[in-house]
């Protein structure tokens, strides 16, 4: 890298890519000297591109903030980070309102050399989920990014709601978060007009205002245990209240968060869920590998019985002999 010219394009590329670095760790980047730094910055704001320096002993250099250099020079491992993002984030429900994710991925494409372009289309082909796709609510774009806004500052929001009955309310709300959880987008957090903790599906929200006020979120507060915990406790036909004589860790990973909540117990870890089918529950239960007690509904009993019986009949059946 023995080209001052060089250098200069590769102080801009290390610019671009981080969001602060010191004038001594450019200068072992670039294999020069601080005060070559200095000169190869004045080149810089020569050309036009906005470098802030900080002074100071955590001082360092960066681009001002807001500014674009255009245009966007991704490499093949960056362009395909891109694009698998993409892909993923459209498979699991997460792209918003605008198609956001379709265009980010032809603008890509469009601007990509031949040799990069086609190993990308490729992969976009060829890349197959072991997952189906979620069909998710998408939400607006704008109201997404205000309320995580607005969590983050801790600063009070008013929403135009609509609710699943179709009513329209104007509230206001401490967002607390933001949780994405199986295709949906949720605001979790203090809901001034009922004065209790609520949840809030986004695709429901029209608009987001800004209030004056600000909020102190309760301490230790978990918005996706609080939303998963919420959704476990659903309109469902069958409260299931069982005692799962294992550890706590590996249950829990082997359970939906959506579907159930777990206690730890002396006897083992206490499971209550919902359920509108209680053949379902029996096939949760027996993929488990740890023994369990039963406390309600008593119909969950004969459920279980219903599949071994099943299951007995598949492992005596044996295959019918060919004719001669």
Same mark, same amino acid.
């Given at each position: ?7 200069? +394009?590769?102080? !801009? ?72 993002? !993409? ?42 989920? @072991? ?50 959880? @199986? ?15 609520? @949840? ?47 550890? +706590? ?76």
């Amino acid at each position: 890298m023995s080209h001052p010219l060089t250098r200069v +394009l590769t102080l !801009l590329e290390l610019l671009q890519s981080h969001a602060r670095l010191t004038g001594a760790e450019l200068a072992d980047r670039l294999d020069t000297d601080v005060r070559t730094v200095r000169r190869y910055m004045s080149h810089l704001r020569e050309l036009g591109i906005p470098v802030e320096a900080e002074r100071g002993r955590h001082g360092g250099y960066r681009l001002a903030r807001g500014y674009r250099m255009p245009p966007l020079v991704l490499t093949n491992d960056e362009a395909l980070a891109v694009v698998l993002g !993409l892909l993923a984030a459209e498979r699991l429900g997460m792209s918003t309102a605008a198609p956001a994710s379709a265009g980010a991925l032809a603008k890509i494409e469009r601007v990509l050399p031949h040799a990069t372009r086609e190993p990308l289309a490729a992969m976009r082909e060829a890349l197959s989920f @072991t997952a189906n796709a979620v069909i998710g609510q998408a939400p607006g774009t704008g109201v997404l990014l205000a309320l995580a806004q607005a969590s983050r500052a801790s600063t009070t929001v008013g929403i135009s709601h609509r609710s699943w009955r179709q009513e329209q309310t104007e509230r206001d709300i401490d967002p607390y978060g933001v949780v994405f959880h @199986t295709g949906r987008w949720y605001a979790v957090g203090h809901d001034h007009l009922r004065d209790s903790l609520r @949840t809030f599906r986004i695709d429901r929200i029209a608009s987001v205002a800004p209030r004056a006020d600000s909020f102190t979120a309760p301490d230790g507060f978990d918005p996706v245990a609080h939303l998963t915990s919420t959704l476990a406790q659903g309109p469902y036909r069958w409260q299931v209240e069982v005692t799962i004589h294992g550890p +706590l860790d590996e249950i829990a990973r082997r359970l939906p968060r959506s579907a159930v909540t777990l206690t730890a117990q002396p006897a083992g870890v206490l499971m209550h869920a919902r359920a509108d089918r209680l053949d379902g529950m029996a096939h949760l239960l027996a993929s488990l590998e740890w023994p369990f007690t039963i406390h309600h509904p008593d119909e969950l009993r004969q459920a279980l019985k219903d599949l071994a019986a099943q299951l007995t009949a598949a492992a005596q059946r044996r295959p019918e002999e060919p004719s001669r």
